[in-house]
């Protein structure tokens, strides 16, 4: 159980293009997701946090514009990176809130996107 | 705001022998999560090992324990009889118990892990 899934797993766009990726909880509902950026051999950084039926909290320096995150069922969340450009390409993680338990955080595969 | 520290960018270890892996963090509170992630070259996530705060035992998962110091604020990640699966980057996590902020995870850089066969 527990599975989170992001698709496309790769993306390659053009400068200036948008690219959607998505999260799904697949087994499990999930009322809180989190979106990450991971830049080569660094670190999770959290861009954002949503809620199912509300507005993304961002954190500092994230462009509310840039990414926009829409969390519009318990199972499904999507980060849109709009007009993406070369400095955008990077390796983007989603995550979910389990309910139960420990409220656990359970992440998906990840998504690469390179913007040419 | 919490903050945790990881300060060796790079492990190696023989394969079946044993290393520990350091992490220290910095919180004011006093109930929260503590976490070690493994993440192979597949990108995946994978959740190692977690100790609740308000526990003085410590966590220990099949060939994986940690050794925790409340007081210094210490969690560190000891390996045993490690396997060429074990190599990984490998974070160590906090995450608070309080608050509309509990679910937030903070993330060390991250320790490279080797094995040597």
């Known amino acids: 159980g527990a599975v989170v899934s992001q698709h496309p797993s790769w993306v390659i766009c053009k400068s200036g293009t948008s690219v959607k990726i998505e999260c799904r909880s697949l087994d499990f509902q999930a009322t809180t997701m989190f979106w990450y950026r991971q830049f080569p051999k660094q670190s999770l950084m959290l861009m954002a946090t949503?809620?199912?039926?509300?507005?993304?909290?961002?954190e500092q320096g994230v462009e509310k514009d840039k990414f926009l995150i829409n969390h519009a069922s318990l199972t499904l969340s999507t980060l849109t990176v709009t007009s993406a450009h070369p400095e955008d390409s990077s390796f983007y993680i989603c995550?979910?809130?389990?309910?139960?338990?420990?409220?656990?955080?359970?992440f998906g595969p990840g998504t690469r996107l390179t913007v040419l | 705001a919490q903050t945790v520290t990881q300060s060796q960018p790079e492990m190696s270890v023989q394969e079946a022998e044993t290393v520990t892996l350091s992490c220290t963090y910095d919180t004011s509170e006093s109930d929260y999560y503590l976490f070690w992630y493994k993440q192979p070259p597949s990108r995946q996530m994978i959740l190692v090992i977690r100790q609740e705060a308000y526990k003085q035992q410590n966590a220990t998962e099949n060939r994986f324990s940690v050794n925790f110091q409340k007081a210094a604020k210490s969690f560190s990640l000891k390996i045993s009889d490690s396997q060429l699966g074990d190599a990984a980057m490998y974070f160590c996590a906090y995450r608070s118990a309080l608050g509309a902020g509990s679910y937030q995870l903070t993330f060390g850089k991250g320790t490279k892990l080797s094995v040597i066969p």
């Open positions: 949503s809620n199912e039926g509300s507005k993304a909290t961002y």
């Open positions: 995550s979910a809130r389990g309910l139960l338990g420990y409220n656990e955080q359970f």
